[in-house]
T-cell receptor
Framework: GAVVSQHPSWVICKSGTSVKIECRSLDFQATTMFWYRQFPKQSLMLMAT?????????EQGVEKDKFLINHASLTLSTLTVTSAHPEDSSFYIC??????????????FGPGTRLTVL | AQSVTQLGSHVSVSEGALVLLRCNYS??????LFWYVQYPNQGLQLLLKYTSAATLVKGINGFEAEFKKSETSFHLTKPSAHMSDAAEYFCAVSAPNSGNTPLVFGKGTRLSVIA
């Protein structure tokens, strides 16, 4: 199946700093990627839909100035957590669909990034 | 609008016993349905999916699920649980050819396997 990677896999930062998380589709071009946040023992919460070459679409309650999304190419979307605070500590997961392969609209998920803000 | 309900946030079975994880969906159009598994500190791995072909779908690791339209269900089963099956399982739904529309996930069911 299609492969999606994320980098870094985990990051620890001080409060007030910004952290960038990369999501890459390795063997297909993804015009759309999705960013999720997952708290311990909970389900995935969709944060935003990242569209190549245009602005991301944020879900209600997600601060777009806090979570900056850039989808500059067909294989890369980045999520930047600006001025991170301890409450931003979470597991961030991206996913993408292969628009050519389709395969029943399957979403392929990255391995996730564990963010810990001290 | 679509939604998924997973009955039971935690299921515990003995090794070798039947695994049954329940998922009911709501959809205004014929849905696509998915089961994903998540191991600790990892992303989601697709177990199987239903895309309007055979109603009994076989997936990886011996799992299978049956789409029952009359019951709006897509329960996940495995005849004999293995210790390595212990993980979080998510049921998800989408509309066919939904393009940029993300999956809608259930809240997840944690499966524990007791030796």
């Amino acid at each position: 199946g299609a492969v999606v990677s994320q980098h870094p896999s985990w990051v620890i930062c001080k409060s007030g700093t910004s952290v960038k998380i990369e999501c890459r589709s390795l063997d297909f071009q993804a015009t759309t990627m999705f960013w999720y946040r997952q708290f311990p023992k909970q389900s995935l919460m969709l944060m935003a839909t990242s569209n190549e070459g245009s602005k991301a679409t944020y879900e209600q309650g997600v601060e777009k100035d806090k979570f900056l999304i850039n989808h500059a190419s067909l294989t890369l979307s980045t999520l930047t957590v600006t001025s991170a605070h301890p409450e931003d500590s979470s597991f961030y997961i991206c996913s993408a669909r292969d628009p050519v392969l389709r395969v029943g609209d399957t979403q392929y998920f990255g391995p996730g990034t564990r963010l810990t803000v001290l | 609008a679509q939604s998924v309900t997973q009955l039971g946030s935690h299921v515990s079975v003995s090794e070798g016993a039947l695994v049954l994880l329940r998922c009911n969906y709501s959809s205004s159009v014929p849905p696509y349905l998915f089961w994903y598994v998540q191991y600790p500190n990892q992303g989601l791995q697709l177990l199987l999916k239903y895309t309007s072909a055979a109603t009994l779908v076989k997936g990886i690791n011996g799992f299978e699920a049956e789409f029952k339209k009359s019951e709006t269900s897509f329960h996940l089963t495995k005849p004999s649980a293995h210790m390595s099956d212990a993980a979080e399982y998510f049921c998800a739904v989408s509309a066919p050819n939904s393009g940029n529309t993300p999956l809608v996930f259930g809240k997840g069911t944690r499966l524990s396997v007791i030796a």
